[in-house]
């Protein structure tokens, strides 16, 4: 199947943060590399030839200048178009023997935070825009004030939510409110995406958590056991992860996941089989590069559908 080419409409809006993930190698060296799970996720849809566009400010500094690059480069449009004041966030990646990511943050009076509601509705008036998104660092309740009342708009203009709920406790001051706002902003959705860490964190079930919101499809993440989609239908699905393919690191992993399903689904809403097999091939070989370094349609549906 073709991807069609929508890149001329801007079918989805990414609101979260966008940060340089300094990733550590076993000596301790430290590589910049462009991050934040709803930046990698704008820059995802795009390469899968989604139109996107990105809400969130950008610092003037050099990272802030980088990220912005790594957008346009990707196609995404960046609705602020003025550069602030503020730095770039940073997060410090280690990976463990396994490969995976364990990030440290540094978040205060940074850049991609100096937002609004107002501002965040006022750049998603645009009349093709199909999809909303958001998640992970976004759903600190810090920043409840500024992402919930965007999510109601979002979704009263009858556009499709999607919450990547991606648990980041470590950089969260108070559990009991994080848990709290996560599933405020997963009350919304119709599309939520979760690992099973997130849900052990969480204490709940991909079963339970998708009753408990409006949301009509559940992505629940595996690791190296693939994934599951469950729907409020009662519908399971399965897509076991490729093998033979050599790991470099799952940085951006699940970003990948969630822009291949989107945009699969997004170019064929019906069969959710191959949207979930399109989603764990883009996971697949993105985890295949250093930091998040999503891959195009065509290299995600060449392994999903090998020849």
């Known amino acids: 199947m073709k991807r069609k080419n929508t890149q001329i409409s801007r079918q989805a809006l990414c609101a979260g943060e966008a940060l340089i993930d300094l990733v550590s190698d076993e000596h301790g060296k430290l590589t910049p590399c462009l991050g934040g799970a709803v930046y990698n996720l704008a820059r995802a849809l795009a390469l899968q030839g989604?139109?996107?566009?990105?809400?969130?400010?950008?610092?003037r500094d050099l990272y802030g200048t980088q990220l912005r690059a790594g957008l346009e480069a990707a196609g995404v449009a960046v609705f602020e178009a003025s550069p602030v004041l503020e730095s770039t966030s940073l997060a410090v990646v280690n990976l463990d023997a396994d490969g995976k990511a364990i990030y440290a943050f540094y978040r205060e009076?940074?850049?991609?935070?100096?937002?609004?509601?107002?501002?965040?509705?006022?750049?998603s008036r645009h009349a093709d825009v199909q999809i909303a998104c958001t998640g992970c660092l976004a759903l600190s309740p810090d920043d409840a004030k500024s992402y919930l009342p965007w999510l109601t708009e979002q979704k009263r203009l009858g556009r499709t939510i999607c919450i990547d709920v991606n648990v980041r406790a470590a950089v969260m001051k108070d559990d009991a409110a994080y848990k709290e706002n996560i599933m405020a902003a997963c009350a919304l959705a119709?599309?939520?995406?979760?690992?099973?860490d997130d849900l052990a964190y969480l204490d709940i079930s991909a079963e339970a958590m998708l009753t408990q919101s409006s949301a009509k499809i559940f992505l629940l993440t595996l690791g190296s056991q693939g994934a599951q989609l469950l729907t409020h239908q009662g519908l399971r699905?399965?897509?076991?992860?490729?093998?033979?393919?050599?790991?470099?690191?799952?940085?951006?992993?699940g970003d990948c996941f969630f822009a291949g399903f989107l945009a699969h689904w997004l170019n064929d809403t019906s069969d959710l089989q191959a949207a979930l097999?399109?989603?764990?091939?883009?996971?697949?070989?993105?985890?295949?590069?250093?930091?998040?370094?999503p891959p195009t349609w065509d290299e995600a549906l060449a392994l999903s559908k090998p020849v």
């Open 190 to 196: 119709d599309i939520i995406k979760a690992s099973d």
């Open 50 to 59: 989604v139109g996107t566009g990105y809400l969130n400010p950008l610092s």
């Open 277 to 293: 097999d399109h989603a764990v091939s883009s996971a697949s070989i993105n985890c295949t590069r250093l930091g998040c370094q």
């Open 109 to 123: 009076g940074v850049a991609d935070r100096k937002t609004s509601s107002d501002q965040l509705n006022h750049l």
């Open 237 to 253: 699905l399965t897509a076991p992860a490729p093998q033979g393919l050599q790991l470099v690191d799952t940085v951006g992993a």
